[in-house]
């Protein structure tokens, strides 16, 4: 039996529906979604310089070959908003950093974006300090990062969100567990933990500290969902 092949008029996709679900934040008051499509396909061909891209993009779009994420559908383009889906903000082991990404991610969330923070290099809590003090740990930081997002919402098309990520390693892991767990102060951050492959190889290996710390690990994740996993 010959398969005939199945032919769509260009735009099939913008129905009705589809056309109601996109006026609720994703486009401007008056924008069509054609209209919305060639205004970011003509300023993705003036910035690449790429003669035809707008033409060709728009095809592509019409057929259903491409799907936008919603800061391109929302903000790109446009003077407002960030169109970039996701961020990462490296903090360092000093206040300043840590103070300096705490702004960062709040804009960046009001303006539309994902965000991640790294807080690997932050010293644990109890490390001595300079100012013969000791440290609160990464878990007080990443507190922080859980209130500003919890402030700051990405436009009016989603809720701020950020996931912080610490070693695997991390001395502070263990309070890293009580993230959006009943009762932790933190409920809204999601996190992750990063996992070298030194300290994958000796898991696997038979280390018994590493095994089970893994173990926690994935217990958290059937439990709850996180921590998410960066190899």
Known sequence: MTKTKREYRPWYWANEWTRLYMSRGYLLPG????????QIADRAEALTRIEGFSRKFQEYMARGWY?????IWANYGLRRGL????????????TASILQAVAEIGMMSKQGGGT?????ELRPRGA???????SNGS??????FDRVIEVFNQGSTRRGQCAAYLPIE????GEWLRIQREGSEI???FWGVSVGDAWLEAMIAGDREKRERWAQVLKSRAEVGIPYLFF
Not at 31 to 38: A, C, L, N, S
Not at 139 to 144: E, I, N, Q, R, Y
Not at 170 to 173: G, L, N, S, T, V
């Open 67 to 71: 799907s936008l994420a919603t800061p």
């Open 187 to 189: 409920q809204s951050l």
């Open 31 to 38: 924008v069509t979604i054609e209209e919305r499509v060639k």
């Open 170 to 173: 991390h001395p502070d892991f």
């Open 139 to 144: 878990f007080a930081f990443a507190s922080l």
């Open 116 to 120: 991640s923070v790294y807080l690997g």
């Open 83 to 94: 169109p970039i889906s996701c961020y990462g903000t490296y903090v360092e082991d000093d």
């Open 128 to 134: 001595p300090i300079r100012d013969n003090g000791e």
